[in-house]
Protein backbone atom coordinates (compact mmCIF):
# COMPACT_ATOMS: atom_id res chain seq x y z
CA UNK A 1 0.00 0.00 0.00
CA UNK A 2 1.20 3.65 -0.16
CA UNK A 3 1.71 4.13 3.04
CA UNK A 4 4.28 0.74 3.20
CA UNK A 5 1.19 -1.44 4.78
CA UNK A 6 1.63 -4.82 3.49
CA UNK A 7 -0.80 -6.99 3.02
CA UNK A 8 -1.30 -11.66 2.06
CA UNK A 9 -3.42 -12.31 0.33
CA UNK A 10 -3.97 -15.91 -0.35
CA UNK A 11 -6.23 -17.55 -3.46
CA UNK A 12 -7.80 -20.47 -4.44
CA UNK A 13 -8.61 -20.84 -8.10
CA UNK A 14 -11.04 -23.47 -10.11
CA UNK A 15 -10.84 -23.66 -13.27
CA UNK A 16 -12.32 -25.13 -16.64
CA UNK A 17 -11.96 -24.97 -20.30
CA UNK A 18 -13.77 -26.42 -23.16
CA UNK A 19 -12.37 -27.90 -26.02
CA UNK A 20 -12.50 -26.93 -29.62
CA UNK A 21 -15.38 -24.90 -29.46
CA UNK A 22 -16.32 -21.53 -30.24
CA UNK A 23 -17.70 -19.62 -26.81
CA UNK A 24 -20.57 -18.11 -28.96
CA UNK A 25 -21.82 -21.86 -29.87
CA UNK A 26 -22.04 -22.87 -26.62
CA UNK A 27 -25.60 -23.29 -25.75
CA UNK A 28 -27.05 -22.72 -21.94
CA UNK A 29 -26.54 -26.36 -20.73
CA UNK A 30 -22.60 -26.52 -21.83
CA UNK A 31 -22.50 -23.18 -20.32
CA UNK A 32 -24.18 -24.79 -16.61
CA UNK A 33 -21.94 -27.61 -16.82
CA UNK A 34 -18.95 -25.49 -17.47
CA UNK A 35 -19.61 -23.52 -14.79
CA UNK A 36 -20.46 -26.20 -11.95
CA UNK A 37 -17.43 -27.65 -13.16
CA UNK A 38 -15.23 -24.78 -12.16
CA UNK A 39 -16.77 -24.50 -9.16
CA UNK A 40 -16.47 -28.40 -8.10
CA UNK A 41 -12.76 -27.56 -9.03
CA UNK A 42 -12.69 -24.25 -6.70
CA UNK A 43 -13.95 -26.49 -3.68
CA UNK A 44 -11.34 -29.02 -4.70
CA UNK A 45 -8.74 -26.46 -4.58
CA UNK A 46 -10.01 -25.36 -1.33
CA UNK A 47 -9.95 -28.61 0.64
CA UNK A 48 -6.10 -29.28 -0.18
CA UNK A 49 -5.19 -25.83 1.10
CA UNK A 50 -3.95 -22.00 0.83
CA UNK A 51 -2.49 -21.15 -2.69
CA UNK A 52 -3.95 -23.73 -4.71
CA UNK A 53 -5.56 -23.79 -8.24
CA UNK A 54 -7.44 -26.95 -9.11
CA UNK A 55 -8.15 -27.65 -12.73
CA UNK A 56 -11.89 -29.72 -14.17
CA UNK A 57 -11.92 -32.03 -16.83
CA UNK A 58 -11.97 -30.22 -19.87
CA UNK A 59 -15.18 -30.12 -21.41
CA UNK A 60 -15.57 -30.84 -25.14
CA UNK A 61 -17.22 -28.27 -27.10
CA UNK A 62 -19.52 -30.97 -28.69
CA UNK A 63 -20.76 -32.20 -25.41
CA UNK A 64 -24.21 -31.59 -23.91
Do not use: F, M
Not at 13 to 21: F, I, K, M
Not at 36 to 41: L, N
Request: with cysteine; glycine share 8%.
Amino acid sequence: LPDGTRVSVCASLGVASVEDADIETIDEQQLDYLVRAADRALYQAKSEGRNRVSAAETVSGGAS
